[in-house]
């Protein structure tokens, strides 16, 4: 038996190679940051397909990773000084997986204080206001009559945008070099696509973003992390 093998999770969702990194994800904005990651650092690791309803996310053996109740979340056998790890939280597990490569974190203390404030800004920001903004717009909130709630997210939004932008005037990435900021963000910002709400906020008003959005995706291990673990 392993590290991985005698947690719950893996009751549920076994694993094929309980020596390697598990990553328990659904390829949302969130679930694809970690397997855009661990392409871009090419750590080896195993997905499973977590779907989205409560028998999955609620399930007890979920629950006994994530209490929380959401994706992504990872088991590490091969964690600091030996020691197992198991990990939930999409900008933790950015944090870990770059403390532990070494790799897009920036090189000086200045540095990565840059890229965790940016990463911040997406998970404080962007990825609950573009949450709400989706809700509001494409799926049950849209149905809401007060146009309040989806005028409030769509200006957030916009001011959102507005802030990237200036941010990479001069630049091509969000921190300066390409870090686990831009694997938190540019994600949320591609989700405009999916949410029809492109035209409402304004995107194309945004130059700098919009190339920002096309560079990110050309990224070879962000076209194979985007759809892993695939869609059923």
Known sequence: MSFVTDHPINGKYPAENPDILQLYAFPTPNGVKVSIML?????????????????EVKSPEFLALNPNNKIPAILD???PDGEPVALFESGAILIYLAEKSGQLIGKTAAEKAQVIQWLMFQMGGVGPMFGQLGFFYKFAGADIEDPRPRERYINEAKRLLNVVNQQLEGQDW????????????????GALDFYGATEV?????????TA??????????????????PRP
């Open 39 to 55: 392409e871009e650092i090419g750590l080896p690791y195993e997905a499973h397909l977590v779907g989205l309803s409560d028998a």
């Open 77 to 79: 056998p091969n964690g």
């Open 174 to 189: 969000i921190a300066g070099d390409y870090s686990i900021a831009d694997i938190a963000l540019a994600p949320w910002l």
């Open 201 to 209: 906020v304004g995107l194309s008003e945004f130059p700098n973003v």
């Open 212 to 229: 920002y959005i096309d560079r990110f995706m050309a990224r070879p291990a962000v076209q194979k992390g985007r759809n892993t673990p």
